[in-house]
C-alpha cells in the first residue's frame, strides 16, 4: 500500500515546483516586454542610417568605391559568429544554434576553407571549449536585453579579424524570432557588406500582448521610406568617405538587431519551456492526488474491515 506521507509530500513539493516554473514564465514574459521596447527605441536610427546609405548608393556606385569592408577577396578562413544564450531552461534554443554553427563549420571543412569562431554565450562556449574547437573570441555575462555597447564591442573584435585579414569573410549564425512557439537558426554574411545587403527594405515590429489571461504576439508591418538625395545636394566630404564613417555604424546596427532577435527568442523558448513545466506540473498533481484519495479509501477500508472482524471475533 502506497505511504500516505510519501504522496502528500511529493504533491507539496511539484506544488513548489510549479510556483518557480511559473513565476520564471513571467519574469520571461516582462524581458520579453522589455526587449520589444529597445527595439523600438533603437529603430529611429536604424531607419534614419539606412536612407543615408540608400541615398549614397543612388549618388554613387558602391561597386567603384574602394573602401576595406566592401572588399570581396578569396576566402581562406571564415570567422563564425555564433550567438546562443548563457542560461539554461530554454527548450532546444541552444541547442538548435550549436548545431547550426557546428554543420556550417562542416560545409567549410569539405571545401577546404578554415574557420574560427566568436562565441557569444556561455552555452556555446562550454559546447565548443569541450571539442578543442578553435575560438577567436568569446563574450559570456552579457545583459539578456542587448545593448548598443555591446553590440560594439562585439563588432570592433569582428572588423578587426577582418581588417587583419585573419578572417576573409564573416558569417553570423543567430535565432530569427518567428513567434512565441517557433524560432528558426539562420546564417547571415556580415562581411564583407554588400551593395544589396544595404538597400533599406520593409520590417516587422513584434509585440507582446494578452488576451483571455495568455501571451500571444502581434506583428505590425513597417514600409520602409527610401529616399534618394537631391541631385543639387553639396557634401562638405566626399560620399566615399561618409560611406566609408558610416559603414561600421551599419555593421553594428545589423548585429545589435541580430542580438535583440536572439535575446527575445531564448525569452520565448524559455516563456514555452517553463509554460509545459508548469502545465505538466499540474497535470502530475491531479494524476498525484488521484492516487493519494485511492490509497486514503483503501486505508479507511481496512481499518473497517479490521474493526469488523475484530467485532466479530469477540461475539
Known amino acids: 500500500m502506497p505511504n500516505l506521507k510519501s504522496i502528500r509530500d511529493r504533491i507539496q513539493s511539484v506544488k513548489n515546483t510549479r510556483k518557480i516554473t511559473e513565476a520564471m ?6 524581458k520579453v516586454r522589455r526587449a520589444q521596447e529597445q527595439v523600438t527605441a533603437t529603430r529611429p536610427f536604424a531607419d534614419r542610417l539606412a536612407r543615408v546609405l540608400y541615398g549614397l548608393q543612388n549618388r554613387l556606385q558602391f561597386e567603384e568605391a574602394d573602401l576595406p569592408l566592401l572588399r570581396q577577396r578569396e576566402v581562406g578562413t571564415v570567422g563564425i559568429l555564433v550567438i546562443t544564450g548563457d542560461r539554461g531552461l530554454c527548450g532546444a534554443y541552444n541547442t538548435n544554434v550549436i548545431r ?6 562542416k560545409e567549410l571543412q569539405k571545401d577546404g576553407i578554415d574557420y574560427k569562431y566568436v562565441l557569444v554565450g556561455r552555452k556555446s562556449l562550454q559546447y565548443f571549449q569541450r571539442r578543442d574547437q578553435p575560438i577567436s573570441a568569446n563574450y559570456t555575462g552579457l545583459e539578456q536585453i542587448p545593448t548598443a555597447a555591446e553590440a560594439s564591442m562585439i563588432a570592433d573584435e569582428l572588423l ?3 581588417l587583419s585579414e585573419s578572417v576573409d569573410r564573416v558569417e553570423l549564425v543567430y535565432t530569427k524570432f518567428v513567434s512565441l512557439i517557433s524560432s528558426r537558426p539562420v546564417i547571415q554574411t556580415l562581411l564583407p557588406l554588400t551593395a544589396q545587403g544595404l538597400e533599406v527594405q520593409d520590417d516587422e515590429i513584434f509585440r507582446l500582448t494578452t488576451r483571455g489571461g495568455d501571451f500571444e504576439v502581434t506583428r505590425e508591418k513597417v514600409t520602409a521610406t527610401q529616399r534618394t538625395f537631391p541631385r543639387d545636394m553639396i557634401f562638405e566630404q566626399d560620399p566615399v568617405q ?8 551599419y555593421l553594428n546596427n545589423q548585429l545589435l538587431r541580430a542580438l535583440q532577435e536572439s535575446a527575445a527568442s531564448e525569452l520565448a523558448a524559455r516563456m514555452t519551456a517553463m509554460n509545459n513545466a508548469s502545465d505538466n506540473a499540474s497535470d502530475l498533481v491531479k494524476s498525484l492526488t488521484l492516487s493519494y484519495n485511492k490509497a486514503r479509501q483503501a486505508a479507511i477500508t481496512q481499518e473497517i474491515l479490521e474493526v469488523v472482524g475484530g467485532a466479530e471475533a469477540l461475539g
Open 25 to 30: 514564465r513571467l519574469v520571461a514574459a516582462a
Open 100 to 105: 547550426r554553427a557546428e554543420n556550417r563549420a
Open 242 to 249: 561618409i560611406l566609408d564613417a558610416l559603414l561600421p555604424l
Open 160 to 162: 578587426s579579424l577582418f
